[in-house]
């Protein structure tokens, strides 16, 4: 007990001592402030003036962060900036990262999340592993104790670094305010080239404070890292030569060529060849939805046709994808018969789950128009229609009834489809984790690159809302469509607050079946129905958003859903529209987990 | 399963926590490191880890070792078996010097085993014993069994490759050829 109170009394003189030193910086006299400026045009700046400058060196204009004791020099900083730099203020420090996420996702930019030390850190945590596994530019700064502190468990010291350093691409430690330039230039080169990922920079607070000369230079070269393998001539050929001979060819559309913006690249390959494909989730709106070649969305919840196909092509093709057992199924009975050739930018992927034939390492948009060059025009109808009565069956025992039910209660993949349609395919569609989330990936028709936000690798719920207000300060001129559950939504439900103080024009559908739904699908089909902790008793969401001055409406009848969409839509500002869905719906086609990709639940609709 | 011993060779930037980015990997894939010694290389700035661990196979390898090069700071990782090397360890030995007395004479353990004494005083004596693995533990072994032994300690494996050059040293040729065709090209523009 005696031990704790000396604790309790060390903490309260510490963050007493904390601001006087603050206190004393702004009680500046005239002779310091007259010396400020001299230092200025000397470029003598202290730490958090560097931060901010080299953040706008990089082309940031708009942040995502919470202020705290290791951080307040940063946002002291910030105040002198708000014209060129925009902080957002969030709720929760996940909030922060998953808004960064959401952000660099639409606008291909790194996204910069800014957080105090300890708790902040460790908030930030989940986001942080999303951004690993889902291969977004991220860098997130956060603040950290007085070097002299460090390792002695002082107030809101956590080892950031060592918990990072597994779920980042780069994790560094700055202590002295020399190194901040630097350390900031190296983050951004790492976050965003190669294969993007996270990058967390954790700053003491006296390098913050502290001062030194200030220039800035943007990393284009470390020795030690090699972000884009060159092309290799014979390898090219090689694949050209397999897709040249294959009579079944299937490419496999993965989030590499959104993040290699090979988007176009891609197209002309994939035309040139008359090669069929089909999208793994994040994948899904590197290419128009309704392209001819489309076959649709791969894994555990995508079609019928391409699953099955993949164990019938002759040459699969796979770019920018990392075969995610969501997508092979069981390994051992995977793609055997084909020949595969491998695209991607990440050696350390090449052989990791499908043995290649063919290995084309580097960057999607230098590799594929080399390839593309070496291709014969073809068109391969046959194939193609033999594509076709796997997708009627799936229609008819599966799309029909969940996109035009006959009554009943409303379903989640009606009310995507709906949304989708008022939109044209034009819209940001961010999903929050679990049944909605492969509903919308299933019904939800891309236009346009850069359009789905979902939380792939680390399938975190709570990313949704969040990940939408980001995706709004990627592509203001867009509509973002956040699609969330009753669960995820409660997760991270709090950023309504963010929503209200910034104004952020996000309309969020919430597909209400007041369950956890996809555990409870499983509990259903694998679990004896036995409904273990996945019913929820909600709140009354409208009213929630209310309190919040979201404008929401709640949706129980078929006949109101178009004119609820309607008016969500024209609404000028964040919406809340929420579908009352039916409690026990399915999501279909289903691949059991570790089963092969061949062996298709389709549910007992007719 | 038989499990092959391999030595994993590392070079990265002299910086803090590299080590730590190092270990997790293995823990990850469920390696065990059998022995490990670092050291700064020829070039400055520039650390050497010599790691040693089982696997089942070269496959098991070969993605250890791309998950380690992938890493920002690890400038080469690669993997060799025994056959590729010439590798070496270092033992110590403290015997005490009563024993080793009563022991009566020790030429024949000195020429037997190629012991080179490091040390003599009125309390102990200090063996030193480099070679492989098995070497350095049949003389723990003698020793135990006759003078007995009072404090043992082995060093991690260290290693060179048979073949001619480094590995490194065409890496890093190579990618001082590709900074300056960058700083060309940022002149040019
Ligand atoms: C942070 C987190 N905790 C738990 C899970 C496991 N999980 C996956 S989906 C799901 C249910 C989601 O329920 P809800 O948000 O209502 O969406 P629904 O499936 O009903 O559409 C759960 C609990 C998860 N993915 N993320
Ligand atoms: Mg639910």
């Given at each position: 007990?005696?031990?704790?109170?000396?604790?309790?009394?060390?903490?309260?003189?510490?963050?007493?001592?904390?601001?006087?030193?603050?206190?004393?910086?702004?009680?500046?006299?005239?002779?310091?402030?007259?010396?400020?400026?001299?230092?200025?045009?000397?470029?003598?700046?202290?730490?958090?003036?560097?931060?901010?400058?080299?953040?706008?060196?990089?082309?940031?204009?708009?942040?995502?962060?919470?202020?705290?004791?290791?951080?307040?020099?940063?946002?002291?900083?910030?105040?002198?900036?708000?014209?060129?730099?925009?902080?957002?203020?969030?709720?929760?420090?996940?909030?922060?990262?998953?808004?960064?996420?959401?952000?660099?996702?639409?606008?291909?930019?790194?996204?910069?999340?800014?957080?105090?030390?300890?708790?902040?850190?460790?908030?930030?945590?989940?986001?942080?592993?999303?951004?690993?596994?889902?291969?977004?530019?991220?860098?997130?700064?956060?603040?950290?104790?007085?070097?002299?502190?460090?390792?002695?468990?002082?107030?809101?010291?956590?080892?950031?670094?060592?918990?990072?350093?597994?779920?980042?691409?780069?994790?560094?430690?700055?202590?002295?305010?020399?190194?901040?330039?630097?350390?900031?230039?190296?983050?951004?080169?790492?976050?965003?080239?190669?294969?993007?990922?996270?990058?967390?920079?954790?700053?003491?607070?006296?390098?913050?404070?502290?001062?030194?000369?200030?220039?800035?230079?943007?990393?284009?070269?470390?020795?030690?890292?090699?972000?884009?393998?060159?092309?290799?001539?014979?390898?090219?050929?090689?694949?050209?030569?397999?897709?040249?001979?294959?009579?079944?060819?299937?490419?496999?559309?993965?989030?590499?060529?959104?993040?290699?913006?090979?988007?176009?690249?891609?197209q002309a390959f994939l035309e040139k060849g008359?090669?069929?494909?089909?999208?793994?989730?994040?994948?899904?709106?590197?290419?128009?939805?309704?392209?001819?070649?489309?076959?649709?969305?791969?894994?555990?919840?995508?079609?019928?046709?391409?699953?099955?196909?993949?164990?019938?092509?002759?040459?699969?093709?796979?770019?920018?994808?990392?075969?995610?057992?969501?997508?092979?199924?069981?390994?051992?009975?995977?793609?055997?018969?084909?020949?595969?050739?491998?695209?991607?930018?990440?050696?350390?992927?090449?052989?990791?789950?499908?043995?290649?034939?063919?290995?084309?390492?580097?960057?999607?948009?230098?590799?594929?128009?080399?390839?593309?060059?070496?291709?014969?025009?073809?068109?391969?109808?046959?194939?193609?229609?033999?594509?076709?009565?796997?997708?009627?069956?799936?229609?008819?025992?599966?799309?029909?009834?969940?996109?035009?039910?006959?009554?009943?209660?409303?379903?989640?993949?009606?009310?995507?489809?709906?949304?989708?349609?008022?939109?044209?395919?034009?819209?940001?569609?961010?999903?929050?984790?679990?049944?909605?989330?492969?509903?919308?990936?299933?019904?939800?028709?891309?236009?346009?690159?850069?359009?789905?936000?979902?939380?792939?690798?680390?399938?975190?719920?709570?990313?949704?809302?969040?990940?939408?207000?980001?995706?709004?300060?990627?592509?203001?001129?867009?509509?973002?469509?956040?699609?969330?559950?009753?669960?995820?939504?409660?997760?991270?439900?709090?950023?309504?607050?963010?929503?209200?103080?910034?104004?952020?024009?996000?309309?969020?559908?919430?597909?209400?079946?007041?369950?956890?739904?996809?555990?409870?699908?499983?509990?259903?089909?694998?679990?004896?129905?036995?409904y273990s902790s996945t019913r929820m008793k909600?709140?009354?969401?409208?009213?929630?958003?209310?309190?919040?001055?979201?404008?929401?409406?709640?949706?129980?009848?078929?006949?109101?859903?178009?004119?609820?969409?309607?008016?969500?839509?024209?609404?000028?500002?964040?919406?809340?529209?929420?579908?009352?869905?039916?409690?026990?719906?399915?999501?279909?086609?289903?691949?059991?987990?570790?089963?092969?990709?061949?062996?298709?639940?389709?549910?007992?609709?007719? | 399963?038989?499990?092959?011993?391999?030595?994993?060779?590392?070079?990265?930037?002299?910086?803090?926590?590299?080590?730590?980015?190092?270990?997790?990997?293995?823990?990850?894939?469920?390696?065990?490191?059998?022995?490990?010694?670092?050291?700064?290389?020829?070039?400055?700035?520039?650390?050497?880890?010599?790691?040693?661990?089982?696997?089942?196979?070269?496959?098991?390898?070969?993605?250890?070792?791309?998950?380690?090069?992938?890493?920002?700071?690890?400038?080469?990782?690669?993997?060799?078996?025994?056959?590729?090397?010439?590798?070496?360890?270092?033992?110590?030995?403290?015997?005490?010097?009563?024993?080793?007395?009563?022991?009566?004479?020790?030429?024949?353990?000195?020429?037997?085993?190629?012991?080179?004494?490091?040390?003599?005083?009125?309390?102990?004596?200090?063996?030193?014993?480099?070679?492989?693995?098995?070497?350095?533990?049949?003389?723990?072994?003698?020793?135990?069994?006759?003078?007995?032994?009072?404090?043992?300690?082995?060093?991690?494996?260290?290693?060179?490759?048979?073949?001619?050059?480094?590995?490194?040293?065409?890496?890093?040729?190579?990618?001082?050829?590709?900074?300056?065709?960058?700083?060309?090209?940022?002149?040019?523009?």
């Amino acid at each position: 007990m005696i031990v704790k109170e000396n604790q309790v009394q060390s903490v309260v003189a510490l963050s007493a001592s904390m601001e006087v030193a603050v206190r004393g910086e702004n009680r500046m006299g005239e002779e310091a402030n007259a010396r400020k400026e001299i230092e200025a045009r000397e470029e003598i700046l202290s730490g958090s003036e560097i931060i901010v400058r080299a953040l706008m060196a990089e082309g940031v204009d708009t942040l995502f962060g919470y202020p705290g004791g290791a951080v307040i020099p940063i946002f002291d900083a910030l105040y002198d900036h708000k014209e060129r730099m925009r902080h957002i203020l969030v709720r929760h420090e996940q909030g922060a990262v998953h808004a960064a996420q959401g952000y660099a996702r639409v606008s291909g930019k790194v996204g910069v999340a800014l957080v105090t030390s300890g708790p902040g850190a460790t908030n930030a945590i989940t986001g942080i592993a999303d951004a690993m596994m889902d291969s977004t530019p991220l860098v997130v700064i956060s603040g950290q104790v007085t070097s002299n502190l460090l390792g002695s468990d002082a107030f809101q010291e956590a080892d950031v670094i060592g918990v990072t350093q597994p779920i980042t691409k780069w994790a560094h430690q700055v202590r002295r305010v020399e190194e901040i330039a630097w350390a900031i230039s190296k983050a951004f080169y790492i976050a965003s080239s190669g294969r993007p990922g996270p990058v967390v920079i954790d700053i003491a607070k006296d390098a913050q404070v502290n001062s030194c000369t200030y220039s800035y230079e943007r990393t284009t070269f470390l020795r030690s890292y090699q972000p884009v393998p060159e092309p290799e001539e014979d390898r090219i050929k090689q694949a050209a030569e397999l897709i040249n001979r294959a009579k079944k060819p299937l490419a496999l559309v993965g989030q590499g060529v959104t993040l290699g913006n090979a988007e176009h690249e891609l197209q002309a390959f994939l035309e040139k060849g008359g090669i069929p494909f089909a999208s793994t989730t994040l994948g899904l709106s590197a290419m128009p939805s309704g392209h001819p070649l489309n076959r649709g969305m791969l894994g555990m919840h995508g079609n019928v046709a391409p699953n099955i196909k993949s164990n019938e092509c002759d040459v699969l093709i796979a770019i920018g994808m990392r075969f995610d057992d969501r997508v092979t199924g069981n390994l051992d009975t995977y793609a055997k018969q084909a020949k595969v050739i491998h695209f991607d930018i990440d050696l350390s992927e090449m052989d990791k789950n499908v043995m290649t034939t063919v290995k084309v390492v580097g960057d999607a948009k230098q590799t594929l128009p080399l390839v593309t060059d070496y291709l014969e025009e073809r068109t391969h109808p046959e194939w193609l229609a033999e594509f076709e009565p796997l997708h009627e069956k799936e229609y008819d025992r599966v799309i029909r009834s969940e996109l035009y039910p006959e009554g009943g209660a409303i379903k989640m993949g009606e009310v995507v489809n709906k949304v989708s349609e008022a939109t044209r395919g034009k819209a940001i569609c961010v999903t929050d984790v679990g049944q909605h989330q492969m509903m919308s990936a299933r019904y939800f028709k891309f236009t346009r690159h850069r359009s789905l936000v979902t939380s792939g690798g680390l399938g975190t719920m709570g990313f949704g809302l969040p990940a939408g207000i980001g995706a709004k300060y990627g592509a203001p001129d867009r509509t973002v469509c956040i699609f969330v559950g009753d669960g995820g939504l409660q997760m991270t439900m709090h950023e309504f607050g963010t929503i209200m103080e910034h104004a952020v024009d996000v309309k969020i559908i919430l597909l209400n079946n007041s369950y956890l739904g996809m555990v409870r699908q499983w509990q259903e089909l694998f679990f004896e129905e036995r409904y273990s902790s996945t019913r929820m008793k909600n709140p009354d969401f409208v009213k929630v958003a209310d309190a919040y001055g979201i404008k929401g409406r709640k949706v129980t009848r078929r006949e109101e859903l178009d004119g609820a969409i309607r008016e969500m839509l024209g609404h000028d500002g964040a919406y809340l529209l929420e579908v009352v869905v039916e409690t026990k719906g399915m999501v279909y086609p289903m691949v059991p987990a570790g089963e092969s990709i061949t062996n298709i639940l389709l549910g007992n609709s007719q | 399963m038989s499990k092959t011993l391999y030595t994993i060779t590392v070079f990265s930037e002299n910086r803090v926590g590299v080590l730590n980015q190092i270990t997790t990997i293995f823990t990850r894939r469920q390696l065990n490191i059998e022995t490990l010694s670092v050291s700064p290389s020829t070039i400055e700035g520039i650390h050497k880890f010599t790691i040693t661990t089982f696997a089942d196979d070269e496959v098991v390898m070969k993605k250890l070792v791309r998950l380690i090069d992938k890493r920002v700071d690890i400038l080469k990782a690669y993997y060799n078996t025994d056959e590729d090397l010439v590798h070496q360890e270092l033992a110590l030995y403290k015997l005490s010097t009563e024993k080793v007395l009563e022991h009566g004479s020790i030429e024949y353990l000195v020429r037997k085993y190629n012991v080179r004494i490091l040390e003599i005083s009125k309390d102990c004596v200090v063996f030193l014993k480099a070679g492989h693995f098995a070497e350095t533990q049949a003389l723990f072994e003698e020793l135990a069994n006759t003078i007995g032994v009072l404090q043992f300690v082995r060093s991690g494996r260290i290693a060179i490759t048979k073949s001619k050059v480094e590995r490194l040293s065409d890496m890093l040729a190579k990618r001082e050829e590709q900074k300056r065709a960058l700083e060309q090209e940022k002149v040019m523009e």
